[in-house]
């Protein structure tokens, strides 16, 4: 949080303490501000939060370990789909969410490992177009498990999946206080997913500042080097695979009790290369570039959805180009300047895996040096 | 003096090319132990082989007492022999101090779970890493570049936290490649001062060098590999003056050569 607070244009640099209190506040206050435009608007922030934690968790595998993955998005599925499995009438289990959503998490990490095993070996665009067959094979399968036994119902997907139940409150049925204010559900998964992004930023720079940590980016920098230092490779590789996978599992069941339904489209190879690209936007291997690249790849298209139609009609008096051209378009250009400018992304990783602060009397050493 | 790692009839192959062929030798506790040889003479793979980076077709080594696994490089690393490289390898993302620290991985403990957790010994542990790092760098000399990325140190400083690193994982046998390569004259003198510093803290070396002079003067015994085979194993006085191994480097007479064959 220090480095989103820090990557505040003028403000993070002069009074970090304060910037720490914006970040705080705007992350609390987001759906409030975002309602003024409409609920939508509210909703594409709860699925940005979704975003935000698939793009940690696949920022773990590509940034960290230096893993380049493009069918990261299967790890969703898995994670969805389980808790589809586990609590709708489809198999009719109704486990609490609880149960429901670790199962997904586990699931997602076992499918980590089941990608990671056969692709030790392999580095760079060979690992990229494995994974990326890995991705679609897993959408295929959800697209055609429904016969001769139906696991997956195919193409129609899974419907009434249960919604979040916390300690029995029901969050989709939205919070009543006293008879005529009620609290839409949309802000209270809001408030949801923000705690289980927070708590995956923490966990992740708990890894990231770690043996662990320290292990994938010796990894990533030189494979050699890190195996003469005796890292075990084949375990740390393996390790990241299932803890990347593990975030996208829990993002998964939290989709699929959000939307209520999950179907195999939602986990296409363009979903694969939208998280990554939000990465590679906001700055590989940094977290607060991820997270501000993950919220500005969310919320454009649909801001262009908005603005690019009524813009185009007062200006040329009709609508040139749709939206959703003008959205890969645009896309596109901004990747390209993004090259162009700021190779490194947004906020340019200056990732540290150390806290040299914990050296005692590291100071005096330093001014004997000066 | 007791016999620190023994290299039994090391044999390697890259397709028709024998790259080793019965090599033999012994280090001893305690001492510096240089290899030499002209260019391609099998020096780095003896290396590469003895690291575990390479599987020797034949031949074991046997380290403090038990063979050492072959083709798993960590677990040579975990048995006490630490590497460096001809071409500097560092991390290069990461600073002069996390480069150290990475090096403690073989030695440190903590699993996932005590690291998410934040338990009382993965943090203990974690700070008894960054001070052994700052430590070693202040052992190298380098601790005033502690939070410098290390792609931008100097070339010689790099040399040294390559060191620091291999130091980190705590070796018993400290094995160097070539580590004045590219270095001038003061740059060489002061890695000398360090080398002898690491053996006389008790760590036995292993120094695979071009620079002759520099070998003759640190080392306490040598061995010259020609062409995959070794011509001469003893102190470095006797070497010099070893009929096999004036050919070899001067490229002496056929009867010469036929003979170091």
Redesign the interface.
């Known amino acids: 949080m220090n480095q989103l607070a820090l990557a505040i244009p003028w403000l993070g640099k002069r009074n970090p303490a304060a910037a720490r209190w914006v970040v705080i506040a705007l992350a609390l206050a987001a759906p409030l501000i975002a309602v003024l435009f409409g609920k939508t608007w509210v909703r594409i922030l709860d699925f940005a939060m979704l975003y935000v934690m698939l793009a940690i968790g696949l920022n773990l595998v590509v940034g960290f370990a230096g893993l380049l993955d493009l069918g990261y998005i299967a790890f969703y599925a898995v994670g969805a789909y389980t808790f589809a499995f586990l609590a709708s009438p489809h198999f009719d289990i109704h486990l609490p969410f609880w149960l429901a959503l670790p199962a997904g998490a586990a699931f997602a990490a076992l499918a980590g490992i089941i990608l990671g095993l056969p692709t030790l070996r392999l580095r760079g665009d060979y690992l990229a177009i494995v994974t990326l067959g890995f991705g679609e094979i897993v959408r295929i399968f959800l697209n055609n498990l429904n016969h001769p036994i139906n696991i997956t119902n195919g193409p129609q997907g899974i419907n009434m999946v249960d919604p979040l139940v916390l300690f029995g409150w029901d969050i989709s049925q939205g919070l009543q206080i006293g008879e005529s204010f009620k609290i839409n559900s949309l802000f209270l998964y809001y408030y949801v997913f923000l705690a289980f992004v927070v708590l995956s930023i923490i966990?992740v720079q708990?890894?990231q500042?770690?043996?662990?940590g320290?292990?994938w980016?010796?990894i990533?920098?030189?494979e050699?080097?890190?195996?003469?230092?005796?890292?075990?490779?084949r375990n740390m590789k393996l390790?990241a695979f299932s803890?990347g996978a593990t975030f996208g599992g829990v993002s998964g069941g939290l989709f699929a009790a959000f939307q209520g339904f999950v179907s195999p489209e939602s986990f296409s190879l363009m979903e694969s290369i939208a998280v990554l690209t939000m990465i590679v936007f906001g700055g590989m291997?940094n977290l607060a570039g991820v997270i501000v690249g993950a919220l500005a790849l969310t919320a454009l298209p649909e801001i262009l959805r908005y603005v690019a139609v009524p813009v185009q009609q007062a200006l040329f008096d009709r609508v040139i180009l749709d939206p959703e051209v003008l959205r890969m378009l645009l896309l596109s250009l901004a990747m390209i300047f993004m090259m162009l400018l700021r190779p490194s992304g947004l906020i340019p990783?200056y990732?540290?895996?150390?806290?040299?602060e914990?050296?005692?009397g590291?100071q005096s050493?330093?001014e004997v040096?000066k | 003096m007791i016999t620190l790692l023994e290299a039994r009839g090391i044999g390697k192959r890259f397709g028709g090319l024998t790259a080793l062929s019965d090599v033999s030798l012994t280090i001893r506790k305690g001492e510096i132990y240089g290899l030499i040889g002209p260019n391609g003479a099998g020096k780095t793979t003896f290396f590469n082989v003895l690291?575990g980076?390479y599987t020797a077709e034949e031949g074991e080594i046997v380290f403090n007492g038990s063979e050492l696994p072959a083709g798993k490089?960590?677990l040579v690393?975990?048995a006490g022999i630490?590497?460096t490289?001809q071409n500097i390898?560092?991390?290069?993302?990461?600073?002069a101090?996390?480069n150290v620290?990475?090096?403690?991985?073989?030695r440190?403990r903590?699993n996932?779970f005590a690291?998410?957790l934040?338990t009382k010994h993965?943090k203990e542990?974690?700070?008894l890493?960054?001070?052994r790092?700052?430590e070693l760098l202040?052992y190298v000399g380098i601790?005033?570049f502690?939070?410098t990325v290390s792609k931008n140190l100097s070339y010689g400083d790099q040399r040294r936290l390559e060191i620091a690193?291999?130091l980190?994982?705590e070796p018993q046998l400290l094995a160097l490649d070539e580590p004045a390569a590219g270095m001038n004259a003061t740059e060489t003198a002061k890695l000398r001062e360090l080398v002898q510093t690491i053996r006389h803290d008790g760590v036995t070396v292993l120094l695979i060098e071009h620079d002759v002079k520099l070998v003759m003067g640190l080392c306490d015994r040598l061995a010259v590999l020609d062409f995959g085979k070794k011509i001469a194993e003893d102190v470095p006085a006797m070497v010099q003056k070893n009929d096999a191994v004036i050919s070899a480097y001067l490229g002496g007479g056929t009867h010469k050569v036929g003979a170091a064959a």
């Open positions: 966990l708990r890894l500042i770690s043996r662990i320290r292990a980016a010796a990533r920098d030189d050699l080097a890190a195996k003469a230092i005796g890292i075990n490779t390790l803890l291997g990783a990732s540290r895996y150390s806290r040299p914990l050296v005692v590291k050493s330093g040096a | 690291t980076a490089p960590h690393v975990e630490a590497r490289f390898r560092l991390f290069r993302e990461m600073t101090l996390e620290m990475a090096g403690h991985h073989i440190s903590a996932p690291i998410l934040q993965a542990e974690e700070r890493i960054t001070e790092a700052f202040r601790e005033r502690a939070d690193r291999a980190a994982t």
